[in-house]
């Protein structure tokens, strides 16, 4: 572009902006299009909608994704006047008089830039505007990913990092911006700051970020290579994106981490997940504020809860085992509410004694006696009632007294013997004496018989990572009490803690027996919708079929074209690339290698999968077509001599751009809303449209 | 030898800033030479038969022709020591100890039923299973023995060493065949042993080959396999020769052995795939090979060894489907139609019933995939409301039940017609008729209606209709889709033909939803409709079948109770229909129990080796098995693992600033190691970090071999680098006596954990805690 004449390079400039402008004008004309409908809340808005209002209330949840996306998604909430105050109950419940509408244009604009992100990255790569052109108006006018960015969701956001850690990590390899230049510098940090943002909001954002470490990777294994500079110039690179890609992102990680604990102050519905030291940080929580003796002595009353994640307190009631489920004695359970019923007396193994200040320490025989039965917690060879590799664990005696199969011995995870044992933030084993098995809970419900609290048993393997309790409320009175405050968790801890409990529970969305999900294969042959909204205004998330289609072909036909390049390259029939084509196709290998990257690990993921995981991968598939359609509009005229191959061009152009626009405007009710009959019904509007049984409009 | 590689190195460096065109030409003239100098080599310690000259010239000009009918016997006296070895350690008290010993439970279980040849169903491949059985057979083994529980004596009858004979004996073999993959890479006879000999001195393989088991067969599968995937690269310059097709039709075999012994062969297999792939690819840069030469040398090479492994795969499974033909305790997983297929079992009832389901036809409704059960329904019915405050149609309740009961047989009936029947011309049901099921024993139809189902609430309820005379009508239509119609025509037939039932009212398909009710239903599983039609849950079967013979209600309902069969015809089923089956079923019934057993481990435990598996206690003393691998191997292994790679990470970057640091042959070598043993490492460990069934340590056997031999190899190269680059003998001298003392505490180790292999010698407490060196170690002390 250099050697172009001045005036060639302001008619290319101005045409550039024509074009960008364009594209632009159409998103956005697209986008906030009917974006007020429905005025009911529409599939996951329920979830996102009712997390953004939790965080204008400051209550505390728990969710499986990092906190970015629903933090903006309140941000945006609050700033346009939501007062937080809707329940976002369900699917299809109307707004009415709420202020829904400032949260849908946010989300919406963030989608609305992928379109011109996806321009610049393609524009940047090949230095083509025809490519850029198509591959911007394969992602316009799909009307998937349009339904998709105008709601109340994380798909939007995540979307739109996504694009910007690609435009970001495009721009900083370019070879039109000099390196350490200012611009330079403000794209390596905004493509850091983009990463950080995907990663915060979901965590396939890792994907990219992946992905952009082998761009960079490439980067400066090609910087390494040039013989004409020195070493230290890829140390200066390598040094460069480390603060850029790698600290920077850290921090700003650890910042939005830190935003979310400080907003979310108050005991909200996600107390329950977190340890007891963490609750007591929460205003509303029953542990805030609190104070109690910092030791456990023998005579002490206490709570035990369960360490494992959602687990609940050692809990025991005046009913007994039924028939045939092993001993008819006292039931033990445990039970996620506080009650009185959760309280333990915590006595020697031998005497009743409990005169004096003796500190339990690590090591010791104690027993347990239950307070309001007076029985004591007992374990013996039975099964336990549904893990049936476990023994069974009862209350057994009579006021406090029972037989050696109460006694249990004490550890603290991670201490030497004869470590005190403090309330709340000693984490403890109780190991049966006899038996050898150590007390844990399996999670499993009981039936109705133990008014399905869950199951205690005891568990002859003794690193059963659930076998692990703490003490959590602590009373006696001849030590002193100091406050809670002495347990606060530092941030650093809280950060962990959120950390093992998300990841805990992204493990645990494991598909039931039965149920149907969607499954990758489905994906990319856009074999099966979801409903976004029902009853009169249906709006129904499904791929543009033609774009989805065509965007297969073409990435076989890309895979093809490489192969083939690759194989006479390594045959010697090609010396050199056009630079243009060469161009076209490194870019295409890149955009090839994300799709990879952001569809490929579903495959080997065992929890709960759904169709719009596929998008991310979508807009790289988007981006390969139309690089391979601009490619092939260079290629194909060439058989047609000069004479037709102009003719061939322009009507293979206009033939791509009316079939695109075309179906857009064909399947465009799916997301703007369809009325009337289902399309399984000749009256229906829809009824040609249903190419597929699957799916479901 | 090393004058030759000087002045190539010295010709290479030069050529290096020039082209890469001809690069494979050296290649392949480098491959001779380096051959021919290990041949000269091999040569002084070898015994052979034959003249050396003669040998000699036999390989160095590839110009020379193969000569025919012309056998060169050659002893490898090593290979040979090292194969005794390796059955000295294998054998030595095969027979103790005379209980079942871990996992023995399951193939001693399956190999007992070979020879009962009662069909089973295992989610592995049958051929480990198979060479056990065949082995036992000869030793007149009869298969009466129940493997009831780990730990249950044997008794004397049983041919117990014949049993554990063959997975000793390929144990032994792993050794000398890695001694032999080590040559072949061109590496010293010195590195070869010591990588046979780390091999064998490792407990986890010394333990997990000397009981009932299948990793040391996929192991010598799999080496062997690759060890001939190398020796079929020395003939690329010789196509088409009949050593070529050997080698790699032995190594196919090999290969798809490994394959059959256990899926995780799959990995060995893609590993020779990329040998030979990364071999392919650089030829194509060749210039004396024209397009088509290469074209067609592709095209050979790709079918031989796709004919070979597809036959070899098939023979296994035909050889299993026709031994195993009579029923057995597993049937219950398969469908009607293969159970119907064995003999006994589901046969002895099914024989002599008629063929076409028509208009009268008393059927039973079997859910043919996933969890066996029958459609079935009671006197019961829905409560009105269930806990969530939902309300029901209180009508009779249908469910799925998994036990034979009179309440699971059916009646057919058109719509339209009243008397049930069945007289001539019989009135069959085709493919899209439309039908109604009358329960056999209440008369009532099954409905389905727009009302919530119980447990899946996203599901129409399906129920057995009672009019109350409310504003409720009957919804009792069905259309029959018959699924492979292609296969069996439009007509329903019994126990083959797969079929959905579709609600005509509500366009939804009648579902197992694999969920159970609660106590008023018995905890049997529920049955919905579902409108999402194409899925697994919704196919169903016909079972059993007979045609009504009379009108009276009485009557018919007696005719049920009582009915008896008279078999004439079995079902048969061809091999592919059964093998498809099989494979469909291995495919997606692969979620065992997923109990947390006490021994197992995680992946990222294995490299360290934090647990062990206890596979044996005897009940009167301390004496056990636990599979445990040798310590300071395992250490070694992993840490040679971090020195490889950093190496190829320096080497690499000083390659692309021109420094070379190595000759050319010597990277070659370097490079080679590390595609084949790290790659082969890496296929064989990191898939496992995407399973999700329960794992063991035995699971990293594979890995870990690959593993010790890339430690075998990359002692070699820092030799190497200490007599070629360094250059100072001293520290030569130094490294071999670290590395002779590093051998020896090796040895000294696995004498140490010895007894934990055999399970011979009764060990005191002490004996165990001091054996106990992590304590993440569970070993099994008894009481008193």
């Known amino acids: ?697 | 030898m090393e004058n030759i590689n000087n002045r190539k190195h010295k010709q290479k460096t030069i050529d290096q800033c020039g082209d890469n065109e001809n690069k494979n030409e050296k290649n392949t003239t480098e491959n001779v030479i380096q051959e021919s100098c290990k041949n000269l080599k091999g040569d002084v310690l070898n015994y052979s038969n034959d003249k050396k000259t003669n040998k000699i010239t036999n390989h160095i000009p590839r110009e020379e022709k193969t000569k025919f009918l012309r056998i060169n016997f050659e002893i490898d006296l090593l290979s040979v020591g090292l194969f005794l070895c390796g059955l000295l350690t294998r054998m030595y008290k095969l027979e103790e100890p005379k209980n079942i010993v871990f996992d023995e439970l399951h193939y001693g279980k399956y190999v007992s039923l070979y020879m009962k040849n009662t069909f089973f169903f295992d989610s592995h491949p049958p051929l480990g299973k198979q060479l056990i059985a065949a082995v036992a057979y000869l030793a007149g083994f009869d298969g009466k023995f129940k493997f009831d529980k780990i730990g249950s004596p044997y008794p004397e009858t049983i041919p117990l060493l014949a049993l554990r004979f063959v997975p000793a004996f390929f144990g032994s073999l792993i050794i000398p065949a890695s001694y032999h993959l080590m040559l072949e890479l061109g590496l010293t006879q010195w590195t070869s042993l010591l990588a046979a000999i780390l091999l064998l001195l490792d407990n986890a393989l010394l333990t997990q080959s000397r009981f009932i088991l299948m990793e040391s067969m996929l192991l010598f599968f799999a080496l062997f396999g690759i060890f001939c995937i190398l020796k079929f690269r020395h003939y690329y310059s010789r196509p088409y020769t009949p050593l070529w097709f050997f080698w790699l039709s032995l190594g196919s075999v090999s290969l798809t052995c490994a394959l059959s012994v256990k899926y995780v062969g799959f990995y060995s297999i893609c590993l020779g795939i990329a040998i030979i792939g990364r071999d392919f690819w650089k030829l194509l840069s060749s210039s004396t090979l024209s397009d088509s030469a290469l074209f067609v040398r592709f095209v050979v090479q790709s079918v031989t060894a796709i004919f070979i492994s597809t036959l070899i795969y098939l023979c296994i499974f035909y050889i299993h489907l026709n031994v195993l033909y009579k029923a057995g305790p597993h049937d219950s997983i398969m469908t009607s139609a293969f159970q119907a297929s064995l003999e006994g079992g589901l046969a002895s009832i099914t024989k002599g019933q008629p063929l076409l389901v028509a208009h009268g036809s008393q059927i039973t409704l079997r859910h043919t995939h996933g969890r066996t059960c029958w459609m079935h329904s009671h006197n019961q019915v829905y409560p009105i409301r269930y806990p969530d405050k939902r309300g029901s149609s209180h009508q009779q309740q249908v469910t799925c039940y998994s036990f034979k009961d009179v309440n699971n047989w059916w009646i057919v009936k058109r719509p339209n017609k009243h008397d049930l029947v069945v007289e001539q011309p019989i009135d069959v049901i085709n493919h899209g008729d439309v039908i109604q099921l009358v329960h056999g024993i209440t008369s009532r139809a099954l409905n389905s209606h727009d009302v919530a189902a119980p447990v899946s609430p996203q599901c129409q309820e399906v129920s057995c209709y009672i009019d109350y005379n409310v504003s409720m009508p009957a919804q009792n239509l069905w259309r029959v889709e018959i699924l492979n119609k292609d296969q069996n025509g439009e007509s329903w037939h019994t126990i083959q033909s797969l079929i959905r039932l579709i609600h005509v009212d509500t366009n939804t398909a009648l579902k197992f939803t694999g969920r159970q009710l609660p106590d008023w239903g018995f905890h049997q599983h529920e049955v919905a409709a579902d409108r999402i039609i194409n899925q697994d849950d919704t196919v169903w079967n016909v079972e059993e079948h007979r045609y009504t013979k009379s009108e009276d209600q009485k009557e018919r309902e007696r005719e049920l109770v009582t009915a008896e069969m008279i078999p004439t015809a079995a079902t048969s089923l061809t091999f592919w229909e059964k093998f498809f089956e099989l494979h469909y079923k291995m495919m997606f019934s692969g979620t065992e129990s997923v109990q947390n057993h006490m021994y197992s481990s995680e992946p990222f435990e294995w490299p360290l080796m934090s647990r062990g598996i206890a596979y044996w206690v005897s009940s009167t003393s301390n004496a056990q098995i636990h599979l445990i691998g040798n310590l300071l191997l395992w250490y070694s292994g992993t840490i040679g693992l971090l020195i490889y790679f950093v190496l190829l990470i320096f080497y690499l970057l000083r390659r692309r600033r021109l420094c070379y640091d190595l000759d050319e042959n010597t990277w070659e070598q370097f490079q080679l190691i590390g595609e084949l043993f790290l790659i082969g490492y890496l296929f064989h460990y990191i898939p496992y970090f995407f399973v999700e069934r329960t794992l063991f340590l035995h699971h990293y056997l594979p890995a870990f071999t690959f593993k010790t031999l890339l430690l075998a190899a990359l002692i070699e190269h820092i030799h190497y680098l200490n007599t070629h680059i360094f250059k100072v003998k001293f520290f030569n001298y130094i490294f071999i006596l670290l590395i002779s003392l590093w051998l020896l505490s090796i040895f000294y180790v696995f004498l140490k954990f010895t007894v934990l292999c055999y399970g011979a010698t009764p060990l005191t407490t002490n004996d165990i805690i001091n054996l106990r060196w992590k304590d993440t170690w569970d070993f099994i002390v008894h009481k008193n």
């Open chain 1, 1 to 697: 572009m250099g050697e172009m004449a001045p005036e060639a390079a302001n008619s290319h400039k101005s045409s550039w902006w024509l074009i960008f402008g364009a594209v632009c004008a159409l998103t956005l004309t697209t986008r906030f299009y009917k974006i007020a409908e429905p005025d009911h809340v529409c599939w996951d808005e329920t979830h996102f909608g009712k997390m953004g209002s939790w965080y204008i209330n400051r209550t505390f949840f728990f969710d499986v994704h990092p906190p970015l996306g629903k933090m903006l998604i309140g941000l945006s909430g609050y700033l346009t006047g939501y007062d937080g105050t809707f329940a976002f109950d369900k699917p299809g419940d109307k707004y009415d008089n709420t202020s829904y509408l400032g949260m849908r244009v946010f989300c919406t604009a963030l989608g609305a830039t992928l379109i011109p992100m996806a321009f610049l990255i393609v524009e940047e790569t090949t230095q083509s505007i025809t490519a850029a052109t198509f591959a911007a108006l394969l992602i316009l006018f799909d009307v998937g990913i349009l339904t998709l960015t105008q709601y109340i969701l994380l798909d939007p956001i995540l979307l739109c990092f996504i694009m910007g850690s690609i435009l970001g990590a495009v721009k900083v390899s370019s070879r039109r911006i000099q390196e350490f230049s200012v611009s330079w510098w403000l794209w390596l940090i905004f493509t850091g700051t983009m990463l950080a943002c995907c990663v915060s909001v979901k965590f396939v954002g890792l994907f990219v970020v992946s992905l952009v470490g082998l761009m960079t990777t490439a980067d400066l294994w090609k910087i390494l290579g040039d013989m004409t500079r020195p070493v230290t110039a890829t140390v200066k690179h390598l040094v460069a994106r480390g603060i850029c890609l790698i600290m920077w992102p850290v921090i700003l990680y650890i910042t939005f981490f830190y935003i979310h604990l400080a907003v979310l102050n108050r005991s909200g519905n996600g107390d329950g997940f977190y340890s007891s030291a963490f609750q007591s940080q929460l205003i509303g929580n029953s542990l805030h504020n609190a104070s109690m003796p910092r030791q456990v002595a023998y005579g002490a009353l206490i709570t035990l809860k369960n360490h494992r994640t959602g687990g609940g307190y050692l809990h025991s009631h005046y009913h007994l085992y039924p028939e045939n489920v092993g001993a008819r004695q006292q039931q033990i359970t445990t039970y996620t509410h506080k009650d009185d019923n959760n309280k333990w007396l915590i006595k020697k193994y031998n005497t009743e004694d409990t005169s004096g200040i003796v500190v339990v320490r690590s090591g010791d025989l104690v027993r347990l006696e239950h307070v309001p039965t007076k029985r004591n917690l007992h374990s013996h060879k039975e099964q336990a009632p549904i893990t049936k590799k476990h023994f069974q664990v009862t209350g057994y005696g009579e006021n406090g007294t029972g037989d050696a199969n109460d006694v249990w011995r004490v550890s603290v995870v991670g201490a030497r013997d004869g470590t005190e044992v403090t309330a709340v933030s000693s984490k403890l084993k109780f190991v049966h004496y006899l038996q050898s098995c150590v007390l844990t809970t399996s999670g499993k419900q009981l039936p109705k018989w133990a008014y399905e609290q869950q199951e205690v048993s005891c568990n002859p393997n003794l690193r059963d990572p659930n076998g692990v309790w703490n003490v959590e409320e602590n009373v006696f009175e001849k030590l002193p009490n100091v406050s809670f405050e002495v347990y606060a968790p530092s941030f650093l801890e809280r950060f962990l803690e959120s950390h093992a409990v998300m990841f805990q529970g992204n493990a645990g969305l494991k598909p039931k027996e039965g149920e149907i999900t969607s499954r990758p294969w489905q994906w990319p042959i856009n074999y099966r919708g979801q409903f976004f909204s029902g009853s009169s205004y249906r709006v129904y998330l499904l791929g543009n079929p033609v774009i989805w289609w065509s965007n297969l072909g073409f990435l076989f036909v890309f895979v093809v074209i490489f192969a083939c390049n690759a194989i006479r390259q390594q045959r010697g029939y090609i010396k050199s690339f056009s630079e243009a084509n060469k161009d076209k196709l490194v870019a295409c290998a890149w955009l090839f290698l994300g799709w990879l990257l952001h569809y490929v690990p579903f495959w080997a993921m065992g929890r709960v999968l759904y169709f719009h995981h596929y998008f991310p991968a979508l807009l790289f598939n988007s981006m390969i077509t139309g690089i391979i359609i601009d490619y092939l509009l260079e290629e194909i005229p060439k058989f047609f001599g000069e004479k037709f191959g102009n003719v061939v061009y322009h009507t293979l152009v206009a033939l791509v751009l009316s079939t695109v626009v075309y179906s857009f405007y064909l399947f465009s009710p799916l997301t703007y809303g369809m009325s009337g009959p289902n399309a399984n019904e000749p009256n229906s509007t829809m009824y040609g449209l249903k190419w597929l049984d699957t799916w479901e409009f």
